[in-house]
């Protein structure tokens, strides 16, 4: 860049040559000169704080001179002199014209004195030798550089536009819309390039030079008028103003890739972001489901009713078939999204992702353990529990059968026993009471063994928690004493007509001749005595309601006997599906695992495999559904045993719920794959090498090296490693410390050597050129460069920048472009 061959450039040094020998200069040329230069000249000086009123007048002492070649060089040059004497002036000036010469300019007839005397020609000449030099000499296009360079730029950036024809840097420009063009071609926000007409040049070249002055920072070098009003326009004026357009949209260019750069690393960084910002938030909420749900499982505060404790059944069976699968199929894609991270971060070579903590994948797998036990002793203790309320509605309902029946039987039995009808009867009527009363003790004896059931049962209840135990037992106690009572109302009333018969009999003997004479009568009396007496104790109700209770027992039994025959049904019919339905998901998940360790084709051909077995396995859903339906008409019917299959439904949902895990994680783990391959250029043969090693040492078949596995596939490859090495690589192949390595870690870092290492000092380097160089960049510069969105991303997470050149408001994106690849945080 610093050479700089005279030969290369004859056709537009010949004029300084030129120069030399005619010494006149055309006043219009060297009027656009003037202004030109001096414009040019200001807008580098502005740069330290100065500028210049007349060229050939400021430069006379030298100082400016160097200083603008500070400026557009960026080097130091000697130190200048101060005094005001005339070889002050001509050393200094000596100084830059040696300064230039080092750049491998041929200065031609240009001497220090000229310089210092204010000669016009030899300072114009001089400014344009360093406009060649530092402006356009540099310049590159399709292997033509400087003049023609530029030339050819100008072309290639104006030809879509049909009334522009750029041939040279005179009277190409006079109608203005070549500078229009090349506006309008880079920023056509700023020119309405349609409304231009070719005919009103003054108008085209004025709305050229105020809008590059105001959007470009172009200072205005040119007059409109002189353009117009000159045959064939000054050239090098042309040209530098021309240099100027070049260097702001090539600059403009830099920034744009530059800025392209830190979107495109900026983005992986936001998707990143996002992703463990969803992955928090997934967690997050599924651990609070956990939470919500593990104390309703682990409850086991009976119900009072049947209809209660089938309603929880009712409501786990939804659990099982309705709340729990999609926190399945979340928990399924918590862990492909943590995977897909992962992978991501190593691919754009950043540190791995640690989530918060208590909310690592094996935090979830423990809290899901948790639930999953809380699980099955619930629907455990819910089919107990409804079995114990069926035995206890039926001892129940027995309880009270036989408590209304004896109730029934006791009522009005005090009443009568506590009857004083013996003070009136005669000895004939005792004797009836007494058989009467000796048949009522037959059946209070008799009834005994129903007491005794009643008790017996109100016990069982008891001991069962019977939820109404309370009126079990009050009506339990009342039937107890009031049998005691009976007992001794009974023995009471044998008593008292013992005594009566006993009185009677005495009383009878005195009658004795009376009855013989009234012996007709007698006879009379006792046969119809008898008779009431036989009617008055024949149990005819008790006979009746046997009769009616046998056919009654008959139709229950029947019923009973349909109901357990619809049973069997039911059991046949679900054994039927589930033998089928579980050795069809084992065989998936076994052919499943084939094809996820097979070498058959490409990584693409294995997913296309895979995804047809993803949607054979979706289109099956039906089927357990189906079977859901036959197990809940099995719960309703309070079926608790099923000889037909080993399959209870809980094996047929963990299975399905495993299967369609597994399917998503094995075609995540193929597309991460695919991710890395692309990601470092493996080839589809080096893949099948990774894959033939990883499934030799994956002796146990899982998918997965433990460490002793890992260990022996890295010394069959060479690796001789000490323990500390050892833990160095496990550190990177299982960062969450599983005691496990997977595929993807095992390609991973068999590959690690093609990683990028050098993006963290390209983004700062496109931060530098953002910056124009500086160390820091400012909120307005980033708003400015970036798209909205980014732009606030940088300006929420640059710490200020405190560097001695800080200005209020710098950032340092030096740190952030480092904390960006997490060697700091950010």
């Not at 000499?137 to 050819?152: M, N, P, R, W």
């Not at 190409?172 to 309405?192: M, T, V, Y």
């Not at 390039?193 to 003054?202: C, F, N």
């Not at 820091?776 to 560097?803: F, K, N, S």
Request: aromatic letters at 8%.
């Amino acid at each position: 860049m610093d050479h700089y061959d005279p030969q290369q450039t004859n056709d537009y040094m010949q004029p300084e040559e030129d120069w030399d020998r005619d010494l006149l200069l055309d006043p219009a040329w060297e009027k656009q000169q003037r202004k030109t230069f001096t414009a040019w000249c200001n807008s580098h000086l502005r740069k330290a704080g100065t500028q210049i009123e007349n060229i050939e007048e400021d430069f006379r002492d030298g100082l400016k001179l160097m200083l603008l070649l500070e400026v557009i060089s960026g080097e130091r040059l000697a130190k200048p002199e101060r005094g005001k004497m005339r070889v002050h002036k001509i050393s200094n000036v000596n100084k830059a014209l040696d300064f230039i010469a080092s750049k491998g300019v041929k200065l031609v007839s240009i001497g220090a004195e000229e310089i210092v005397d204010g000669n016009v020609k030899m300072t114009l000449g001089m400014i344009w030798t360093i406009i060649l030099r530092f402006a356009i000499q540099d310049i590159s296009v399709e292997e033509t550089s400087a003049k023609e360079g530029l030339l050819l730029w100008c072309q290639r950036k104006t030809a879509p536009y049909k009334n522009v024809n750029i041939q040279n840097f005179h009277i190409s420009w006079k109608d203005g819309l070549g500078f229009c063009a090349l506006i309008h071609r880079h920023r056509p926000e700023l020119i309405d390039y349609g409304k231009l007409r070719k005919d009103d040049p003054l108008t085209n070249l004025n709305t050229a030079f105020d809008v590059a002055e105001k959007y470009l920072d172009i200072p205005k070098m040119l007059d409109a008028e002189d353009i117009v009003g000159t045959a064939r326009p000054d050239e090098k004026a042309i040209m530098t103003y021309v240099s100027s357009f070049y260097h702001a949209f090539s600059g403009a260019q830099k920034a744009e890739t530059a800025a392209n750069r830190i979107c495109k690393v900026l983005a992986v960084n936001q998707e990143n972001e996002q992703l463990m910002e969803d992955y928090e938030k997934l967690a997050s909420d599924l651990l609070e489901w956990i939470r919500r749900t593990i104390p309703w499982l682990e409850n086991r505060a009976p119900e009072n009713t049947m209809q209660a404790m089938q309603q929880k059944l009712e409501d786990f069976r939804d659990y099982r078939r309705l709340h729990k699968p999609p926190k399945v199929q979340e928990k399924c894609q918590l862990e492909i999204n943590f995977n897909t991270l992962q992978t991501k971060l190593r691919l754009s070579n950043r540190p791995a992702f640690m989530p918060s903590e208590g909310k690592m994948v094996s935090d979830i797998n423990n809290a899901w353990g948790g639930l999953e036990q809380a699980e099955k002793g619930y629907e455990e203790w819910l089919l107990n529990e409804i079995r114990r309320l069926e035995r206890l509605d039926h001892l129940a309902e027995k309880f009270r059968q036989k408590a209304s029946i004896h109730e029934s039987w006791t009522d009005g039995k005090e009443a009568m026993l506590q009857q004083k009808d013996y003070e009136t009867a005669t000895l004939s009527e005792i004797k009836a009471l007494l058989k009467k009363h000796e048949a009522f003790e037959s059946d209070l004896a008799a009834h005994q063994d129903r007491v005794e059931q009643i008790a017996a049962i109100a016990q069982e209840l008891n001991e069962l928690d019977y939820y109404d135990s309370p009126s079990v037992n009050a009506r339990c106690q009342k039937i107890c004493d009031q049998w005691d009572n009976l007992g001794a109302l009974t023995q009471k009333r044998r008593e008292a007509l013992e005594r009566t018969e006993k009185l009677l009999e005495t009383i009878d003997q005195l009658y004795l001749e009376y009855a013989k004479r009234a012996a007709p009568f007698n006879n009379w009396m006792e046969g119809a005595m008898e008779d009431l007496q036989d009617t008055f104790i024949v149990h005819t109700i008790e006979e009746i309601q046997v009769r009616q209770l046998v056919p009654r027992r008959d139709q229950a039994l029947m019923e009973e006997h349909a109901r357990q025959q619809q049973n069997e049904r039911l059991r046949k019919q679900f054994g039927a599906q589930a033998n089928v339905i579980g050795p069809w998901i084992q065989t998936k998940m076994e052919e499943i695992g084939r094809i996820s360790i097979e070498m058959h084709g490409t990584l693409e051909d294995q997913l296309n495999h895979l995804r047809q077995y993803e949607k054979s396995i979706v289109n099956y859903k039906p089927k357990i559904d189906q079977l859901e339906g036959d197990h809940q008409q099995i719960q309703e019917a309070l079926i608790f045993d099923n000889k037909h299959t080993n399959y209870t439904m809980e094996h047929i949902r963990v299975g399905w719920e495993q299967l369609l895990t597994t399917i998503a994680r094995t075609i995540n783990e193929v597309e991460n794959q695919i991710l890395t391959r692309d990601a470092k250029g493996i080839s589809q043969e080096q893949m099948n090498e990774f894959r033939a090693s990883f499934n030799h040492f994956d002796r146990k078949k899982t998918g997965m090296m433990d460490c002793e596995d890992f260990r022996a596939c890295l010394i069959s490859m060479g690796y001789n490693m000490g323990e500390a090495e050892f833990a160095r690589i496990m550190s990177i192949v299982d960062p969450n410390r599983l005691g496990v390595v997977t595929f993807q870690a095992f390609i991973d870092f068999m590959s690690r050597e093609t990683a990028d290492t050098d993006t963290a000092d390209q983004v700062m380097a496109s931060f530098k050129i953002l910056a124009g160089d500086k160390n820091y960049i400012t909120v307005d510069e980033l708003r400015r460069e970036l798209p909205p969105d980014q732009a606030e991303y940088c300006i929420a997470r640059m710490a200020p920048y405190h560097g001695r050149d800080a200005v209020p408001g710098a950032l340092d994106y030096m740190s952030f472009s480092t904390a960006l690849y997490g060697e700091s945080d950010l």
